[in-house]
T-cell receptor, first 113, second 115 residues
Framework: SQKIEQNSEALNIQEGKTATLTCNYT??????LQWYRQDPGRGPVFLLL?????KEKRKERLKVTFDTTLKQSLFHITASQPADSATYLC????????????FGIGTKLQVIP | GAGVSQSPSNKVTEKGKDVELRCDPI?????LYWYRQSLGQGLEFLIY????????KSGLPSDRFSAERTGGSVSTLTIQRTQQEDSAVYLC?????????????FGPGTRLTVT
């Protein structure tokens, strides 16, 4: 069955450093991969989408890589700030026209001032 | 503009009662999803609506769960004869058409507690 693995333990980093979160998957050939941010008591917020034919995508301080051979995505936040502290969810999507999306459990990031 | 809204924000119910959860998607969004999120668990897909097409109900955990979407807008998730294991946060999301149709915009969720 499809499986998504994210760092189950919280990631603590110092303010100003680059945070790197990992998303690995098995038994899946996604058409795209997404990253969402979720704050306590709130719904997830869409951040970035990267398609299977793309290697890297950037948005402001965020960078996502997608390696379909390794079945892995890395999510980087550069110059991290305490306001970046949240849980980050990885999500895999299927072919266009079949919109079911599978979410990982998320990694909790804590940026320490 | 207004985002996805859900009501109620919190619902406490007794085991065996029926509950209805409401979702108002973003205006113009044709796709609507329901998910369930339990403590320490990832989002569990429940059901997906897209325009006038038949919904994808493959994630509904039992026949006690049903959902409808009226007029292609508001959706209601109904749980009959609630059980304690139904306690979770129920999240609704909608997606636009076009190039950004794979992006999901989530509501704040309804926290359901079954006592």
């Amino acid at each position: 069955s499809q499986k998504i693995e994210q760092n189950s333990e919280a990631l603590n980093i110092q303010e100003g450093k680059t945070a790197t979160l990992t998303c690995n998957y098995t038994n899946y050939s996604p058409a795209y991969l997404q990253w969402y941010r979720q704050d306590p008591g709130r719904g997830p917020v869409f951040l970035l989408l990267i398609r299977e034919n793309e290697k890297e995508k950037r948005k402001e301080r965020l960078k996502v890589t997608f390696d379909t051979t390794l079945k892995q995505s890395l999510f980087h936040i550069t110059a991290s700030q305490p306001a970046d502290s949240a849980t980050y969810l990885c999500a895999l999507g299927g072919r266009r026209g079949y919109q079911k999306v599978t979410f990982g459990i998320g990694t909790k990031l804590q940026v320490i001032p | 503009g207004a985002g996805v809204s859900q009501s109620p924000s919190n619902k406490v119910t007794e085991k065996g009662k029926d509950v209805e959860l409401r979702c108002d998607p973003i205006s113009g969004h044709t796709a609507l999803y329901w998910y369930r999120q339990s403590l320490g668990q990832g989002l569990e897909f429940l059901i997906y609506f897209q325009g006038n097409s038949a919904p994808d109900k493959s994630g509904l955990p039992s026949d006690r769960f049903s959902a409808e979407r009226t007029g292609g807008s508001v959706s209601t998730l109904t749980i009959q004869r609630t059980q304690q294991e139904d306690s979770a946060v129920y999240l609704c999301a909608s997606s636009p058409v076009g190039d950004r149709s794979d992006e999901q915009y989530f509501g704040p969720g309804t926290r359901l507690t079954v006592t």
